[in-house]
């Protein structure tokens, strides 16, 4: 699978653009955010790079807001250790997915490679990223496949629960209240 997907920001002024391509051995995400989001001008780039069964094996993300640049690398090694710039992060040790506060693509991760059935629900414990606070935490999350398309999502921040829509490749196409996928 090669595709490029573009989502507009419903809750914050932002664009993204990602390219998602399929090997046999593995599955490279990149993608790029760009507008406003706290009143200031912000640029994000990602690049995530996964097994073929979609488990994360590392992140590399550039963010900009305001003039403040920063950088994250994070890895995951295949006995499921974790690293961010080269130091070990036991605490992470639980994780398998990323979760990525302004994108609706890290959600794809933990649909694909899970592919529950008809309303199973499956409790995961997911590395978040929350872009404007520059945290990075284990956080637990929860997937429902409600239909052959639409899976109820329940993380992040108490009671938060969406009804996220996929296309047939399981990437995101609508997220609601926060992104809504303009092409594809």
């Known amino acids: 699978m090669k595709k ?3 989502w507009k920001g419903l809750y914050y002024q932002i664009m993204e653009y990602c390219n998602i391509e399929t090997t046999d051995t593995d599955i490279r995400i990149d993608g790029t955010i760009v507008g406003v989001a706290d009143d200031l001008p912000l640029s994000v780039t990602y690049d995530i790079v996964t097994d073929s069964a979609w488990r994360v094996a590392s992140l590399e993300m550039a963010i900009e807001q305001g003039g403040e640049c920063t950088w994250i690398s994070i890895q995951r090694d295949p006995d499921g250790k974790w690293t961010q710039s080269g130091h070990a992060r036991p605490e992470w040790a639980d994780c398998i997915d990323i979760d990525i506060s302004l994108t609706p693509f890290t959600n794809t991760l933990p649909i ?25 935490k284990p956080v637990e999350q929860h997937y429902t496949r409600l239909s052959e398309n639409v899976y109820l999502y329940e993380g992040v921040v108490r009671d938060f ?3 996220l829509t996929v296309d047939e490749d399981g990437v995101v196409t609508t997220y609601p209240e926060l992104f809504t996928r303009l092409q594809s």
Request: charge should be positive; proline fraction near 6%.
């Open 4 to 6: 490029q997907v573009v």
């Open 112 to 136: 694909n490679r899970l592919r529950p059935g008809p309303t199973e629900r499956t409790r995961l414990d997911v590395l978040y990223i929350n872009v404007l606070k520059g945290e990075i």
């Open 161 to 163: 629960k969406a009804e």
